[in-house]
């Protein structure tokens, strides 16, 4: 199975920067997409970045310019750059990764949720 742990979240004020973490453990075969959605109160969860395993990546139009995808593939871990950051962009932020995994003698796909944290961006 596949355990996420994400870090980096905060208060910073409009302007500034954070840098997300996210670190995928477990019997992991290969790592297909990982990637990052938020969440702000009273709105759907929202894609933010996503990046595959040949380091495509795609953004949402409001952070293009803003926010940088990489991810490390020695460590399983994807990672999102956030600059210039707006009061608008605050929301709890969740990591998703989708991987192969082995449980119980065969490799199963998972499609697995951080436990989220919280980004607030002050005026």
């Known amino acids: 199975q596949v355990q996420l742990v994400e870090s980096g979240g905060g208060l910073v004020q409009a302007g500034g920067s954070l840098r997300l973490s996210c670190a995928a453990s477990?019997?992991?075969?290969?790592?297909?997409?990982m990637g990052w959605y938020r969440q702000a109160p009273g709105k759907q969860r929202e894609l933010v970045a996503r990046?595959?395993?040949?380091?495509?990546?795609n953004y949402a139009d409001s952070v293009k310019g803003r926010f940088t995808i990489s991810r490390d593939n020695a460590k399983n871990t994807v990672y999102l750059q956030m600059n210039s950051l707006k009061p608008e962009d605050t929301a709890v932020y969740y990591c998703?990764?989708?991987?192969?995994?082995?449980?119980?003698?065969?490799?199963?796909?998972?499609?697995?949720w951080g436990q989220g944290t919280q980004v607030t961006v002050s005026s």
């Open positions: 998703n990764v989708f991987a192969a995994a082995w449980n119980n003698g065969a490799v199963r796909q998972y499609d697995n």
């Open positions: 477990g019997s992991i075969v290969s790592i297909h997409t």
């Open positions: 990046i595959t395993n040949g380091d495509s990546t």
